[in-house]
Every structure is written in C-alpha cells, then in structure tokens.
C-alpha cells in the first residue's frame, strides 16, 4: 500500500519548490487512511499518482502593449488536473502571486470541490501574475485579448471551462470571451463561465460563491440544533466572495463585524454596510480604506491588521486567499469564543490553524466543501448554456442551496464511514475522492 511519506516524496521530487502544492497534496492523503484502510483497491495500480499528476500543464507567455505604448510580458498558465468526472472546470486568477505552485494546488483542490458538487465537472485551474488593479481598461482589455489568443487553443465547452477567480470579473470574463469568439468566429456560450446576463451568464452566479458558504455554515450549525441569528461574524477579504457572504449572512440574522484587504482591515460592530461596500469595491474600485473614511460612524480602519483580532467573533470566514489565518491568528480567534471555522478562500487555513481548530473543538469546514457553490452555479451556468436556457434567480438559488445541503450531507456520511464523525475535512476529502477514484478505475489507466 502507498503511504503518504511515499506520495509527498514523490511530489516534491517531481516538482521542486511547490510548496502550495505539496501543502494540498498532503492534506488530501493525511484524510484518506480511514478510507484505504477499508477499501486498499483505491491503493493500488498507482491511483493515487496518477490523481496527483495533472493530465496536462500548459505555460505560455503573454506579451502586449501599455498605455504608455511599452511592451509588457507575463506568464500565462492553465492546468488541466483531472477529466473524469467531465471536462476540466476552474478559475482563472491575475494576481501577482501566481505561479506553478499556486495554479497547480488550486487545480488539485477543484478536483474534489467539483467532485462534491455532484455535477460533470474535472478539475483545472489557470491564471497569470498580471496585476489587474492601477491598470486602465483598454490595459486589462489588451492583456485579456493577448492571454485569450493563447488559451483558445486549449478550452472548448466539452473540454475546458474557465471562469473568474482573483482579479478575474465580469470585466475580464467580457474581454476573454470578445476575444476567443473573434478568434473561433462563433458563439459558444459554454467556453467561460461568469457572463454577463445579456450574453450567456447565470442570474446568482456572481453571488453563489459567497451564498453558498453562507448555507454552509447554516448547515453544520443547524447539525448542533444552533443558526446563524445573532451570531457576530468575522469575515476577511472584499472582493466577490467576502461581500455576498456579508450579505448573506446579515439576511440570516447574523452581523458581520469586519472586512479587510492587502493593506488593512475594518471593524464595525454596527455591521457591515453591504450596498456602500459593494458600490466602493466593485463600480469605483476602491479599497476598504475609502469604504471606512465614507461610511464613518462606527467604522474602524485598522491599517496592516488582519481581521481576526479585531473583536470577539462567534463565526469566522476567511474569504480572501491561501494561508492567510495561521496558527496564531487562530489562538485569536478560540481565544474570543469562535465556534465555527468555514473558508471561503482556497486553503487560507494554514495546517497548523486547522489542527488548532479541530483540538479546540472548533468546527472548521475546508474551502473544496464550504466554497463550491462558486463553481457548482458555473455548472448551472454551463448546463443554461448547452439548452439555450435562462433561469429564474429564485430557480438557481434553490438549485445552490440544495447542492450545499447534498454537500454537507455527503461530507457527514462520509466522515461517519472512516471512523472520524463530525470531521469536515476528513469527510469532504473523503467524498470527493471515491467519486473521483471510481471515475478513474472504471475508465482504466489513462
């Protein structure tokens, strides 16, 4: 039988300095010795390096023109994890900590994340280090032409699907697909994910990611007789996912106390202002520095903080990248009386704040299980897409809850079956993989 010594060695000796990607690697094999215990077939025939070792990796380079008329150059990148559950599905990330390690390590977890939503999707991730923020848009409109007229060659609606992530919006999913159907020179609907409404994107996509956490957490507090009413809850990031979460869960009862970004946090026990944060980060682009200075009130900007000492919280929903709640800010938190741990963000639990979670007795949900509602609405996208079809928001929302609910239950059930009841992590890594693992064996070596 293959143990995870074996497995973390053969990675890091594939691929050096990943260390992201070894991090993924290792939590999804340390979940997964109740489960080989019971079945050892899923240890043989070298399944689980084949599941670690993408189907393909694609690196290109992208080179286009400023507005000062100089020439710019970043790295594109796209790859391609796992296809049998159905074509390769996940973001694309501009952000200038994009490397190999990061798009590889996003596109292991969104195997499983995919897996877990119950829909035909694999597993793929993508992205540049190109920094979308100070750039105007004819900027952002070059870079997306020339980063498109690479990756058209590789995506297709039955192959590869994009969609946004970090640094990737409405704005950018526009320019990429302009791109790729002048290029193609027809209208497939189905290639990206993340539209706009008029032209093939989903009523709730933009808000599903941070929804869908939302119902999470309403689930696992639901399973110990509790809800989200009246709870304070702390919430890092502002982007998509942090500011629908916000709303969200203020429309279940609860007041969301903070929101951060890069260069500090807010804390506002009165609760975030969810319309004013909305208008300052996604129309004017601002920073939550220039939400603070305009709400004001009992609006607190803590510049260089990060939101986790900020107040005493009962909930916390880290929704802004990887690693970025360690082991001490975890102290914080239990120290304040937290109860419930969801991520939003992919990974942004280090493992030392996971195991400090779990041995407080903290109930901690990990990203490819609490965040999926995110790619799960794409799948709903992708699904309008091929019927030529619009569905109500109403419609869609109750299709997302009831997918969150599946995957809460099925994480559950999961962790039951291996010996580890109540564990998250163990469940949802464990639940995700059998359905990928079966895929796998059935179809054969490939």
Known sequence: MIIREEIIAGIERRNGSQPEFVQAVGEVVDSLGGLLAKRPEYADGALLERMVEPERQIMFRVAWVDDAGQVQVNRGYRIEFNSALGPYKGGLRFHPSVNLSVVKFLGFEQIFKNALTGQMIGGGKGGSDFDPHGKSDAEVMRFCQAFMTELHRHIGALTDVPAGDIGVGGREIGYLYGQYKRIVNRFEAGVLTGKGLDWGGSLARTEATGYGLVMFAREMLA?????????????????????????????????????????????????????????????????????????????????????????????????????????????????????????????????????????????????????????????????????????SFEEVEGKLDQIMRDIHSASLEAADAVGAPGDYQVGANVAGFIKVADAMLAQGVM
Do not use: H
Request: charged share 20%.
């Open 223 to 391: 399973a110990k007789g509790d809800s989200l009413d009246g709870k304070k809850v702390a919430i890092s990031g502002s982007g998509n996912v942090a500011i629908y979460a916000a709303q969200k869960a203020q429309a279940l009862g609860a007041t969301v106390v903070t929101v951060s970004d890069s260069a500090g946090a807010v804390y506002d026990p009165a609760g975030i202002d969810v319309e004013l944060l909305k208008q300052v980060k996604e129309v004017e682009r601002g920073r939550v520095l220039d939400y603070a200075q305009r709400l004001g009130g009992s609006a607190q900007y803590l510049e260089g903080a990060r939101p986790w000492g900020a107040a005493d919280v009962d909930v916390a929903l880290p929704c802004a990248t990887q690693n970025e709640l360690d082991e001490a800010d975890m102290a914080t938190l239990i120290q304040g009386g937290v109860k419930l741990v969801a991520e939003g963000a992919n990974m942004p639990l280090t493992n030392e704040a996971i195991d400090a979670a779990k041995a407080a007795g903290v109930l901690y949900a990990p990203g490819k299980a609490a965040n999926a509602g995110g790619v799960a609405t794409s799948a709903l996208e992708m699904a309008q897409n091929a019927g030529f079809a619009k569905w």
